[in-house]
DNA sequence: TATGAATGAGGGTTCATTCAT
DNA sequence: CATGAATGAACCCTCATTCAT
């Protein structure tokens, strides 16, 4: 009984029966969590949105922060599926030009307005108040993206770079594009009339890689500078 | 006696009397609000650790949110007195010398591990949820210190540089700071050995000031370059 | 059993389900609000008299208030059903009949014990703060018997009686009956050894018939001759 | 020093002191109370349009309650005193003459705009829920107001007339009176274009007085006729 | 004497959760 | 299996009252 519902469950395509409702539930329980914080979200609004029962939750998923968690991490594939690192560049592009697919693939899936958006609103509260899904979040999708970036810096800052220098200067290119996102409150308040469209953001992105590749390659000449002496 | 009780009134840091709870409420709720927000937070929590009556928020600030406000303005204050942006540097002082002294600054507000870091707890709070208290707060503060920052980098920059240049360079350089405050949580996960005391600190001062530097006159070259075409 | 069960489920006196628990609060409520008022009935006092839980007047009706309105125009019909207005008399009955019948009645409700009680006691304080619930009230209720209350007494002015005429003498009459509802704590006071059972009702019913008999018909006499000249 | 202190305290104009506090608290409060009732009445409110501290009427009164009969038996004075029940008539005026009167300064009570209107507002709430104070009030005010249309109507009935008939026709006149206090809110919604200025009173007093005077003396007639047989 | 800061009980309402059906 | 009625703890806030000054 339990292999044949196990069978049953992995049908993918149910749209009438139990896993429909589950679907159903992480769908607006992803809406509800980015629009409002876990906290302020109620499992009410969420089972309404998702045409549930109001038990529905404790049914599926056992309790508020269970479902929490699994609409984090399924929320993170969903968003880097849209806007991949490598924004479809031939695998021999050269480095500058997958610092600026990178920083470009990241202020799109920043300033995206779908569901992959709330990947990013999702992940501004985890930095606030970091939950048990955070750890396998950086396990599986923040480490190796890090992993991607520190390769390419590496390769701008040559062979000869110590370690922390990479990080340190990686670091400084991702800080820019999340700046973006973390503290879109102030800049619009601060520029009110500034928008966020497509040539803007195209913009941002030949800003933060010009700005950055100044920075590598001096700081690249320097240390080159330091180990000859 | 009377008298001297009354000369004592009048100073600010009155222990016993009416002043005294207020400055204690505002104290505790400093400290909640910073640990776990405001929604979370709750105003008999905050009562106990003031060591005053449930009603005493009701009866000194009106309700939970003018508590909220006056603890937010309190903070920012707090902190910028204790690290103020030019860190006591001469007033003759050079742009790159203000440059290093603002993000010194800043980081050191960042990382403090006093009552002066709840205003970054605060704020980042603010970035998720902004409340009615954050227009002002950018007006008062925020503003400001960005002014005095733009001033830095346009003169980096030259005369000739033009102000969605200045703000981007700006704006680079603010993000690399405040990256270390926003995104703490990943970073201790991926860099759990990674410590940040007083040398590290300075440290970051010194990448990012350099970092920032060297993007900026680049970029003041290419401009340069491109205006005499 | 279960049978059994499920036929009497489907009676709306269920006894064990969900709109027993509603009865049971409407029950309570009528009691509390009657006794003490809307503003000094608490929504505790009214669960625990319905046996519930203090959650199940927002589960049921939302607020307080809904509840309130609830209670208000239900009474209302209880009242009415136990004592309606023509009590039970023939349709080809006289115009003086039907008035005596219509304060009997009217009187009867006033003075009754049981649940039906309430209805007064809730509309005196209507009287002094109306609520929103009134309104609704009137219309459905109220002034259905005010109309039937003129048809009598115009029928007993003759065809040519004025409006006003009509409208003071009914008011004339319903306004001594509402007068032993009203100030009955000024009268158990002036005249503490007076009972107010059956034949006292009786007699209060003979006299303000007669006494408003009288009078109407002197008004229609009066007006007969002035029309004269 | 206390001797001076009391001697200021004796003299009843002072306007500054202590019994000017109380005499605006009185005011203050009667306001209140008339506009929300004493439930719903707040100290705090009371105090602050008093212009005095929010313990004062704890000071003054003992307790919200005491401060509420002490409004409750003023009040009464201040309506009667505006609106003597004879009307200024000369004392040998006829039963009717005298009767009309009564009428019309009972009527104009009710009606009247002024600090006398809160008499009846307060009368209103104390016959839902009768306080301490109204015993003393009817010993003191309704009783002797009540002997004195009992008296008018033991004259228009006649000397057999016994006393239950007296005391019903005195409550049928009464009734037909505060109909108009009790049931504003009623009157209000069914004719809401009716006004109650002064042409509208005087016809007012006028159809009870001429109401009440047919039927009292068909009642007459009738128990004359009776006492024959 | 008169104040006003402080009290604490209690108000209505919201919420995630449970359990009999 | 899925439901939704019912739960009770906890929320913020209001209030009359008190007491040290």
């Given at each position: 009984?339990?292999?044949?519902?196990?069978?049953?469950?992995?049908?993918?395509?149910?749209?009438?029966?139990?896993?429909?409702?589950?679907?159903h539930l992480l769908?607006?329980?992803?809406?509800?969590?980015?629009?409002?914080?876990?906290?302020?979200?109620?499992?009410?609004?969420?089972?309404?949105?998702a045409?549930?029962?109001?038990?529905?939750?404790?049914?599926?998923?056992?309790?508020?922060?269970?479902?929490?968690?699994?609409?984090?991490?399924?929320?993170?594939?969903?968003?880097?599926?849209?806007?991949?690192?490598?924004?479809?560049?031939?695998?021999?592009?050269?480095?500058?030009?997958?610092?600026?697919?990178?920083?470009?693939?990241?202020?799109?899936?920043?300033?995206?307005?779908?569901?992959?958006?709330?990947?990013?609103?999702?992940?501004?509260?985890?930095?606030?108040?970091?939950?048990?899904?955070?750890?396998?979040?950086?396990?599986?999708?923040?480490?190796?993206?890090?992993?991607?970036?520190?390769?390419?810096?590496?390769?701008?800052?040559?062979?000869?770079?110590?370690?922390?220098?990479?990080?340190?200067?990686?670091?400084?290119?991702?800080?820019?594009?999340?700046?973006?996102?973390?503290?879109?409150?102030?800049?619009?308040?601060?520029?009110?009339?500034?928008?966020?469209?497509?040539?803007?953001?195209?913009?941002?992105?030949?800003?933060?890689?010009?700005?950055?590749?100044?920075?590598?390659?001096?700081?690249?000449?320097?240390?080159?500078?330091?180990?000859?002496?």
């Amino acid at each position: 009984m339990y292999v044949s519902n196990m069978s049953i469950k992995t049908q993918p395509s149910d749209e009438t029966g139990h896993d429909a409702t589950r679907q159903h539930l992480l769908e607006a329980a992803g809406e509800v969590f980015a629009e409002v914080g876990f906290r302020a979200a109620t499992v009410r609004e969420i089972c309404q949105r998702a045409g549930a029962n109001i038990a529905a939750v404790n049914y599926h998923f056992g309790d508020k922060e269970t479902l929490y968690a699994a609409v984090l991490t399924g929320s993170c594939q969903v968003s880097m599926q849209k806007y991949p690192a490598d924004m479809g560049l031939a695998p021999n592009a050269t480095a500058e030009q997958r610092l600026h697919a990178f920083v470009r693939s990241f202020l799109w899936r920043i300033f995206s307005h779908g569901p992959e958006a709330r990947h990013g609103k999702l992940m501004a509260r985890e930095m606030i108040e970091p939950t048990a899904a955070l750890d396998s979040l950086i396990k599986e999708n923040i480490r190796p993206m890090s992993m991607i970036l520190m390769g390419i810096v590496r390769e701008l800052l040559g062979a000869k770079a110590d370690e922390r220098t990479v990080r340190l200067c990686g670091t400084s290119v991702v800080s820019q594009v999340l700046f973006y996102h973390h503290c879109r409150p102030v800049l619009s308040r601060l520029y009110p009339d500034e928008k966020y469209d497509a040539p803007q953001i195209e913009g941002l992105a030949d800003h933060i890689t010009r700005f950055s590749l100044a920075a590598i390659k001096q700081t690249a000449k320097a240390k080159s500078a330091e180990a000859k002496k």
